[in-house]
């Protein structure tokens, strides 16, 4: 079955970095698409970034573009959110995401918090 386990959250500093990793495993991962959620408290699910399966063009959403970088390693079946520049508007459940036969699957989620 799909499983997508997420990593590498915690508490950073306005300005830090963090390594987001989330790892697949139950599905041909190369063949895949995969992207990056996030929903902060009181707010809907948004998406942050996306990588497709072939070429591994890549799409952010514009608050996050020029800080963020999605990339994966087909060989270890990860996908990786690097983020950089972090601000308190940052802070949220961050999840992955696959679409495999039009049925969604996501993580479990980590918790990324930004804060002096």
């Known amino acids: 079955q799909v499983q997508l386990v997420e990593s590498g959250g915690g508490l950073v500093q306005p300005g830090g970095s963090l390594r987001l990793s989330c790892a697949a495993s139950?599905?041909?991962?190369?063949?895949?698409?995969m992207s990056w959620y996030r929903q902060a408290p009181g707010k809907g699910r948004e998406l942050v970034a996306t990588?497709?399966?072939?070429?591994?063009?890549?799409n952010y959403a514009g608050s996050v573009k020029g800080r963020f970088t999605i990339s994966r390693d087909n060989a270890k079946n990860t996908v990786y959110l690097q983020m950089n520049s972090l601000k308190s508007e940052d802070t949220a459940v961050y999840y992955c995401?696959?679409?495999?036969?039009?049925?969604?699957?996501w993580g479990q989620g980590t918790q990324v918090t930004v804060s002096s």
């Open positions: 995401k696959t679409t495999r036969a039009r049925y969604d699957y």
């Open positions: 139950g599905f041909t991962f190369s063949n895949a698409a």
């Open positions: 990588i497709t399966s072939t070429s591994g063009s890549t």
